[in-house]
């Protein structure tokens, strides 16, 4: 309950912050306010909008609270994104059919999970700083992710994308118009899924006691590279899947930008979910979809109250902040 209260008082801070700033730069806050919270539940096509753009960040989102449920910053959802969406553009390289869809899962996630290893081995073996490598992580996958884009797999008729899925491969929009697929409910799933791991299985007790107490932890047996490891393979297999989707679930294009336009930044707002979410794999479902009206509010906004975009992540830094200095405080409390 108080972890509910606080990711509340985060965004009230965030909304009261915000209305102060967009008055003083001259825009009508409850008019901005409209834009992001209102207009987005009065059309259809807005609301699958809102829950195609929380997709992702469930899924990235995921991948930050098995991290902090262990004890550990895991940042390297960016990274991880990347690779899955560089598998999917492979497989749609190897495979011009319906099978170019499980084998992108197959070497997305294969893809994801070895990119995750990296920082997962260095922590469990030697100790390193998780964000220190994660973050190096990221930027090596940004990078040769872009190479391999613009080069190997790049689309000779659009050359701003890559190759893109075949037609028989693609999920393909459940409401006709919009952009919302099955991928949303493969990202539900995977919330309930990681929710069931935490609370009922032996790897979710483990990753738990380590998260609490991690010298109590290993007293009883449990030691902490075992716990590293698991908490990065499991996330890297949901922030693979995120990056998948990007590419298979993604209409028109279903293809990865050339500059990666359509999974850059998914890493860092589902850090933003996982943080509203308090850790917890269905409070960060609900943050993330939060999210996602934010950022489908965001487009609104733009056009009604003409505030720049980037207004959207100003709050979203406001409320990880002031849950950082509230979840700082509890630490210290121990």
Do not use: C
């Amino acid at each position: 309950m108080r972890g509910f209260l606080d990711s509340l008082l985060s965004l009230a801070v965030a909304i009261a912050v915000g209305a102060v700033v967009a008055y003083i730069s001259g825009y009508n806050p409850l008019l901005v306010y409209y834009s992001m919270f209102v207009v987005p539940f009065t059309d259809v096509v807005y609301v699958t909008s809102a829950l195609a753009t929380a997709t992702p960040i469930i899924l990235t989102g995921l991948t930050f609270a098995l991290g902090l449920k262990a004890g550990l910053f895991n940042i390297g959802a960016e990274g991880q994104t990347y690779m899955g969406a560089l598998g999917a553009v492979i497989a749609s390289y190897l495979a011009a059919s319906a099978l170019a869809l499980p084998l992108s899962f197959v070497i997305g996630i294969s893809l994801a999970v070895a990119w995750a290893m990296v920082p997962a081995l260095l922590k469990a073996y030697r100790g390193v700083n998780e964000v220190v490598s994660t973050i190096m992580m990221n930027w090596i996958a940004y990078w040769l992710v872009i190479m391999e884009a613009s080069t190997t797999f790049s689309n000779p008729m659009q050359p701003s994308e890559t190759i893109k899925m075949p037609p028989s491969a693609r999920l393909t929009p459940l409401v006709p118009g919009t952009s919302l697929t099955a991928g949303f409910f493969v990202a539900v799933v995977a919330a309930l899924l990681v929710y069931w791991l935490l609370e009922r299985s032996v790897i979710g007790y483990e990753l738990t006691a380590a998260g609490l107490n991690p010298v109590a932890a290993r007293i009883a047996g449990i030691p902490q590279s075992r716990v590293v490891i698991y908490s990065f393979l499991l996330g890297g297999v949901t922030s693979g899947v995120a990056g998948v989707l990007q590419v298979a679930a993604m209409p028109p294009s279903y293809s990865l930008a050339t500059n990666l336009a359509n999974v850059y930044g998914l890493g860092l707002d589902g850090i933003t979910a996982a943080m509203l979410g308090r850790g917890n794999p269905l409070g960060t479902l609900l943050a993330a979809l939060f999210l996602g009206l934010m950022e489908e509010g965001a487009r609104h906004m733009q056009a009604l109250a003409m505030t720049p975009f980037e207004f959207v992540k100003m709050l979203q830094g406001i409320m990880i902040l002031v849950i950082a200095v509230r979840m700082l405080e509890l630490w210290r409390r121990r």
